[in-house]
């Protein structure tokens, strides 16, 4: 080497090469993780409820492969793997639809402001160019909002809604139109289902009521039938079994009305007042309107009173 020559390069040399061969090895992949081994069935099946609890279904599916293929002979394993599989199949789709939702929206109300804001200030950072590839990005969000109606039509009607709405309002034409008649019309017959479902409870209400004031009325219990009678007509006046019911009670509790007041007629002339006044009074919880009756009960209470004052005065000397 001659004199003053830099020494650098000898040295960079084998960096080089140092460097080359440390680039040139292909990339390591990542090592497999072990899977899990518990204890006992029942020690996989706790891992994987924790798991779900967390939010973390890959986890708990990844415990109960583990413990199936620890305890293969486990049934309730099996029987829970099933489960928990197919609770995430259902809950994957519907967050990835949701997803899209509030991704739509947001594309929407950007879209909303940067028209404003060109409209206010044309030819600024967020001209033509901006609306158009944000439009772009709209058009691409049109078909999974589709595939989200059909997919949840079954299963998330409100959700459906959303996602059809949405892809009409992108680009409507046949097929969205299509898809929002069908969810209109699923709207209508949920809704139909869910007022039919309301009647039936409480027809089967009113139906028990009934069958309380037939039991009352067989006991002779009439006032409490009469209240149960009377909420069933208030309810649904035109309902025949109460209007035959309220006529039958009606009829006990006239006859048996009849029946006491002339039994305490007779023992208020034979001179049996307090006995008259008691039957008097079963007649007036069985039937307050009777005014006849009443005014001869308050005679009779003034009479009786009067004997009892006389009663308890001192005898004359």
């Known amino acids: 080497m001659k004199a003053g020559w830099p ?46 609890e967390r939010g973390q279904w890959g986890a708990a599916l990844e415990a109960l492969e583990a413990g199936r293929r620890q305890f293969p002979r486990d049934p309730q394993l099996a029987e829970e793997f099933d489960r ?39 030819g600024g950072a967020n001209g033509a160019f901006g609306q158009a590839r944000r439009r772009t990005d709209l058009a691409q969000q049109r078909e999974p909002l589709l595939r989200c109606a059909e997919r949840q039509l079954d299963a998330h009607l409100e959700l459906a809604r959303t996602c059809v709405d949405l892809a009409h309002r992108i680009a409507a034409d046949e097929r969205s139109a299509a898809w929002r008649e069908e969810v209109v019309a699923r709207e209508a017959a949920s809704a139909a289902a869910v007022r039919d479902e309301r009647a039936e409870r409480r027809q089967a209400q009113l139906r028990a009521q009934l069958d309380e004031a037939e039991a009352l009325l067989a006991g002779e219990h009439y006032p409490q039938a009469a209240v149960r009678v009377a909420r069933v007509l208030e309810a649904d006046p035109d309902n025949g079994r109460a209007r035959a019911l309220q006529d039958q009670l009606n009829e006990r509790v006239a006859h048996r009305t009849r029946l006491l007041t002339d039994l305490a007629d007779r023992l208020y002339a034979e001179g049996s007042i307090a006995a008259a006044i008691r039957v008097w009074e079963t007649s007036f919880e069985i039937n307050p309107d009777q005014p006849a ?25």
């Open 7 to 52: 020494r650098w390069p000898g040295l960079l040399l084998p960096a080089a090469i140092l460097l080359h061969g440390c680039a040139g090895q292909p990339p390591q992949p990542p090592q497999p993780t072990q899977p899990p081994t518990f204890a006992s069935p029942e020690h996989a099946l706790s891992r994987a409820q924790a798991a779900v």
């Open 84 to 122: 928990v599989d197919a609770r995430w199949r259902s809950l994957k789709p519907e967050w990835e639809d949701r997803l899209a939702v509030v991704r739509t929206r947001a594309m929407l109300e950007e879209l909303a402001l940067i028209e404003r804001l060109e409209t206010a200030e044309p």
């Open 293 to 317: 009756a009443r005014e001869r009960y308050e005679r009779a209470r003034r009479v009786q009173e009067n004997l009892e004052r006389l009663r308890q005065e001192p005898a004359a000397p």
